[in-house]
């Protein structure tokens, strides 16, 4: 494929980020997925055009899909286009799967997206998470830790 020389083209990196998963969620486990797309769900992730904020894993069968994920259409369609949020399916090895299946069926696991990037290959890839929902108090003493190393940041510059 020929590289493009426009600059919000994305050949690899990162294309989406969920920040609240580390926030909401208390990972435990993280793998690395490729997706199953079609050909402009890829385009329009090369233009940046992706949310997986809430983003979630679903099991069918013994297979799982990331769902509520959301991909723009991709302006240049032509005649055939994508639905924006659709079931993706997530290649993994037979193995990965398996456990997180078995991580899955205990109570209060998620499966959440943590962040969207092409690698190194130029591969769409997506970093997903086992982890358990944190409670409000959780929430509260991670705000005031990051609210410390900011202080204490700002002092040991002074």
């Known amino acids: 494929m020929a590289k493009s020389k426009r600059s919000d083209f994305i050949s690899t990196g990162l294309v989406a980020q969920n920040r609240r998963a580390h926030f909401d969620y208390l990972i435990n ?3 690395v997925a490729g997706l199953e797309l079609t050909g402009t769900e890829v385009k329009s992730l090369r233009l940046g055009h992706a949310n997986i904020t809430d983003a979630f894993g679903i099991i069918k069968g013994e297979e799982l899909f990331m769902s509520n994920m959301f991909i723009a259409e991709y302006a240049n369609k032509g005649y055939s286009s994508h639905p924006e949020k659709r079931e993706r399916k997530l290649l993994l090895k037979k193995k990965e799967i398996i456990d997180i299946i078995n991580s899955l069926s205990r109570k209060g696991t998620t499966l959440v997206a ?10 769409a890839k997506l970093e997903i998470g086992l982890g358990t929902g944190k409670k409000n108090y959780d929430k509260r003493e991670a705000i005031k830790d990051r609210d410390w190393k900011i202080q204490k940041a700002r002092l040991m510059a002074n």
């Open 114 to 123: 943590i962040r969207l990037f092409f690698d190194d290959h130029g591969r």
């Open 29 to 31: 486990e993280k793998f």
